[in-house]
């Protein structure tokens, strides 16, 4: 194969791959940043993927996943430094331009979600959002995927928790609005 | 259990942001793949530390060459300037426009979604089918020129790796139907400009040139 054919052959491989890829990680970005940032990581994340093409395993989506992370991280570390203290309050809720939830936003839901650690908040997003099994999930965490079925585990239950708790205590103030006004 | 676990699981998925995030647009994914696949084969090469290209840098480096020739039997070079006008051969009623490919790293830097008023500074441009794919030549048959002096077939010429990125950025196949604009150095204008025909580009091109 002369050098041309080589590099055609690399380019068509790299394109079927990013189709592939671009939507959901588009998906994977909308939820966790604002749209120019999403933007520029998906731009990012495809650079990496094309670098490093030889590097991605079959199952690229998980893999994917994990760049889109570090990528995002290294944005939000270069740029927004500032922000993530805000970030952090509002683990689960998009910034205001993100995409909207839908209409009848659970708000319960979302407060449960912000009320976990951070960690436990982007699990569950891993395994709802992104539907991905805990050996994929340990792929874009980069851990075993031990740990990561045992932290999903306990994630659920700690969000079952906060999730009773909000609902317990909406129940007193709807009470105590009832009878106040 | 596990019903507890999908119970949950939907009422995270009813409350997902991206859910209603439409569908990527065709046109910008190709865009950023060119310039993602451009980006890094001129980066590599390229160690002289010549600084990164402004966005729409290559529209106005486009203006280098064009090369028309009538049946082989002359070909015109001019540099920087406008020089559409077609050469019919004396032998052949078949008239050919040759453009030329992008140069490598044309592509490089952030495309801007095209506009009407970008595409109207192009001096060519056409609707046409692919009758050809060698090497390094495309052919297409015109239907219709919205701007430069009408001939019936234009060829997409250069060096090979440059063509596999006009390839790759404006994916010529054999009998697609496409809509091409070329600056005024009659290189072909990538980007989104020159595309796989579809209404809306067709809607573009009727804008920009008033059609």
């Known amino acids: 194969m002369s050098t041309d054919e080589r590099e055609a052959d690399r380019r068509a491989r790299f394109e079927e791959l990013a189709r592939e890829l671009i939507d959901p990680l588009r998906r994977f970005l909308a939820r966790r940043t604002d749209p120019a940032t999403a933007d520029d990581v998906l731009s990012d994340t495809l650079l990496v993927c094309w670098r490093r093409q030889d590097d991605v395993p079959d199952n690229a989506l998980p893999w994917a996943y994990g760049v889109a992370r570090n990528c995002l991280a290294n944005a939000q570390r270069g740029e927004r430094r500032h922000l993530r203290l805000a970030a952090k309050i509002s683990v689960v809720a998009p910034p205001d331009q993100a995409t909207r939830a839908p209409d009848a936003a659970d708000d319960v839901l979302l407060e449960a979600m912000a009320a976990l650690r951070p960690e436990d908040a982007e699990l569950l997003r891993l395994w709802a959002w992104e539907q991905l099994t805990p050996a994929e999930i340990a792929t874009v965490l980069e851990v075993s995927p031990n740990a990561a079925s045992i932290r999903l585990h306990r994630a659920r239950e700690k969000l079952r928790d906060e999730l009773r708790k909000i609902q317990q205590e909406s129940g007193h103030e709807q009470s105590r609005e009832g009878s106040g006004s | ?211």
């Open chain 2, 1 to 211: 259990m596990s019903d507890e676990h999908d119970e949950l699981r939907a009422r995270m998925r009813a409350a997902d942001p991206a859910s209603s995030l439409p569908r990527s647009d065709p046109d910008r994914v190709a865009r950023l793949l060119e310039d993602i696949m451009s980006d890094t084969q001129t980066a590599e090469p390229r160690t002289d530390g010549t600084p990164k290209r402004s966005p729409l840098i290559w529209l106005a480096a486009a203006a280098v060459v064009v090369i028309l020739a009538g049946a082989g039997a002359f070909a015109v070079m001019n540099r920087g300037q406008d020089s559409r006008t077609p050469t019919a051969s004396p032998q052949d009623s078949t008239t050919t426009t040759e453009l030329r490919a992008p140069g490598a790293g044309a592509t490089t830097g952030r495309c801007l979604p095209p506009s009407a008023e970008a595409l109207s500074g192009a001096n060519i441009a056409f609707d046409g089918t692919v009758e050809k794919i060698d090497n390094d030549l495309v052919t297409l048959r015109t239907t219709h020129w919205y701007a430069g002096s009408p001939t019936d077939l234009v060829t997409v010429k250069g060096p090979s790796q440059e063509l596999q990125q006009l390839l790759v950025a404006v994916d010529f196949q054999d009998g697609g139907r496409y809509l091409v604009a070329a600056s005024n150095g009659g290189r072909v204008m990538v980007c989104g400009f020159s595309d796989e025909f579809s209404p809306k580009l067709q809607q573009l091109y009727a804008q920009a040139f008033g059609q």
